[in-house]
T-cell receptor, first 114, second 111 residues
Framework: GAGVSQSPRYKVAKRGQDVALRCDPI?????LFWYQQALGQGPEFLTY????????KSGLPSDRFFAERPEGSVSTLKIQRTQQEDSAVYLC????????????FGPGTRLTVL | GENVEQHPSTLSVQEGDSAVIKCTYS??????FPWYKQELGKRPQLIID?????GEKKDQRIAVTLNKTAKHFSLHITETQPEDSAVYFC??????????FGSGTRLSIRP
């Protein structure tokens, strides 16, 4: 079946612009995760959804970052007033349920803020 | 706070030799420890995982060991092959809603 998909794959934004990144998880997967991966680093946890409920958003770097999953399927990560330090690959992953199951990652969105 | 320390950061081994990557975690509540492999420009993919009620798990050339008392877990790759070259991440799940990735080990296999 189809894996996790993300769009756009690449995004270039001018500093101060707002961006929206989309994640389509595997159908039937209850849990959805967002990560930020800087060049040469490991994925950094941002936030976690169980269905439509955002159970943890402690990893979001600032209040400029906002994530939602209104119908418990597709999720959007929004970054307002982008800064250069927001440049990274944003990875989305889904799992059947919970934190103790295999996570299936999407290809990521590479965000470059100029 | 909770963290995961991973060593070494880079590792170069001769093809056919074994590779070992070690991780230490801080939160004793962690009970699930997966390992992900990320090839250059690709997405992370699970290669093996272990739960806290098991001390060792093996899958062909890959094995993982867990010492809950010492809060250590390790990845062992035997008979390394060129396609094993990648970055490997250990992961811990402290508490009920958080995931922590190690800093990664870049493994290179010398022909």
């Amino acid at each position: 079946g189809a894996g996790v998909s993300q769009s756009p794959r690449y995004k270039v934004a001018k500093r101060g612009q707002d961006v929206a990144l989309r994640c389509d998880p595997i159908s039937g997967h209850v849990s959805l995760f967002w990560y930020q991966q800087a060049l040469g680093q490991g994925p950094e946890f941002l936030t976690y959804f169980q269905n439509e409920a955002q159970l943890d958003k402690s990893g979001l770097p600032s209040d400029r970052f906002f994530a939602e999953r209104p119908e418990g399927s597709v999720s959007t990560l929004k970054i307002q007033r982008t800064q250069q330090e927001d440049s990274a690959v944003y990875l989305c992953a889904s799992s059947l349920e919970g934190l103790d199951n295999e996570q299936f990652f999407g290809p990521g969105t590479r965000l470059t803020v100029l | 706070g909770e963290n995961v320390e991973q060593h070494p950061s880079t590792l170069s081994v001769q093809e056919g030799d074994s590779a070992v990557i070690k991780c230490t975690y801080s939160d004793s509540a962690s009970n699930y420890f997966p390992w992900y492999k990320q090839e250059l420009g690709k997405r992370p993919q699970l290669i093996i995982d272990i739960r806290s009620n098991v001390g060792e798990k093996k899958d062909q050339r890959i094995a993982v060991t867990l010492n809950k008392t010492a809060k250590h877990f390790s990845l062992h790759i035997t008979e390394t092959q060129p396609e094993d070259s990648a970055v490997y991440f250990c992961v811990s799940s402290p508490g009920a809603s958080k995931i922590i990735f190690g800093s990664g080990t870049r493994l290179s296999i010398r022909p």
